[in-house]
């Protein structure tokens, strides 16, 4: 039965890519339902899944809540985000795993932000599962584009950031369109450090909001089977679009005893990221020295 009043709705899509996360899915909805806004609207993208987690939300309170399953063939993170912002009616976008749970404001925190900053990409305050220690957005320390997690600011403020990691961020959708959506990359891995690497050429900022609060599961395998080559083409595609002379050498070289690195390296080599970097340098205001100057070389 649904309750009599419910909180009242932000002007914000929620989009959740999923892939067999069985009772994850479910419980990551209700942490959102419970908090005091909900989403606009939900769009939950079922990337191919098969353990009838996705199907499951046809019935029942998902029903009545309106929330939206949208079926693709699988495709990877990517893809999926994609996939639901196309479908998105709401000016704002928040992007989230299906392995989270929300702090009861944290909806609101960020429908907020988006409202105050709404030219930015925004990260929220993350804690892993049975952790308290919170982690606010993210940077690059070695060429395998690895992250290590920032702390929040003391005072809650908005700040710049280098990365926003993709298990929970929020955009407009104008913004979303300016940056023309997560890039071409396989499975799961690098999407959000390419997409934050465009937003600062494009001279979009990425900016904590350390009062939206949120907690994560972080697992060292998701509940599905990954390509043994994924990550490394994510990477050396991150290097072919972005870097050059010895930053773009070092994550190369990274690949280079990766399974299957040799198909890897062509596979890359042959795709279209000339396009998208002859693209990005015609279009971009900020250069991508200038991000490492300003946030720290992994070297």
Known sequence: MMPESRPRPAAVSLVVPSLDEGAELHETLRSVYSGSVVPAETIVVDDGGADGSCAALARGEWRDRGVLVHRIERSGV??????????????????LDAHCRLEEDCLARLGDALTARPDAVLAPAVRDFGGSAYGCGARLIDAELRVRWLPPRADGAFS????????CLALSRAAFDRLGGFGAFRELGLEDVDLSLRAWRAGVDVVAVPSARLAHRFRPQPPYRLGAASRAYNLARVALVHF???RREEC???????PRAAGVLVDAFTGDWEQHRDRLAATSSRTVEAFFDRF???R
């Open 296 to 298: 720290g070389d992994w």
């Open 78 to 95: 990517a893809a999926a985000r994609n996939a639901g912002a196309g479908l998105a009616k709401s000016p704002y976008l928040v992007f």
């Open 244 to 246: 050059d002379g010895r």
């Open 160 to 167: 710049p950031l280098p990365v926003a990691p993709g298990g």
């Open 252 to 258: 190369l070289r990274k690949v280079i005893g990766t």
